[in-house]
């Protein structure tokens, strides 16, 4: 009995201590988040967007080039880049 006393409480202390901290969580997700909209931003970045497209109109890809503004248009349309794009 005193053996199964020592399981039970020692199950007890290890389902307790497991997880982190509610703070450090919502901390960690706050972070999360921040990275992905950077990680968003160098990706499609208007300056990017745009100058993923102009190798395209260079060599007169029209139909790839089209494909590339109408991204930088739809994600950044008030932007310098979206201007020069019109």
Do not use: R
Not at 16 to 25: L, R, T, Y
Not at 39 to 47: H, I
Not at 49 to 58: D, H, Q, S, T, V
């Amino acid at each position: 009995m005193k053996n199964i006393n020592q399981i039970l409480i020692t199950i007890l202390l290890l389902i307790s201590s497991c997880g982190i901290p509610q703070k450090e969580f919502d901390e960690l997700k706050t972070e999360n988040q921040k990275l992905l909209a950077d990680l968003e931003d160098c990706q499609f970045g208007a300056d990017k967007l745009l100058n993923k497209a102009k190798p395209y109109i260079e060599t007169k890809e029209l139909f790839n080039s089209k494909i590339e503004l109408k991204v930088l248009l739809e994600k950044h349309p008030g932007s310098n880049e979206a201007i020069t794009a019109k």
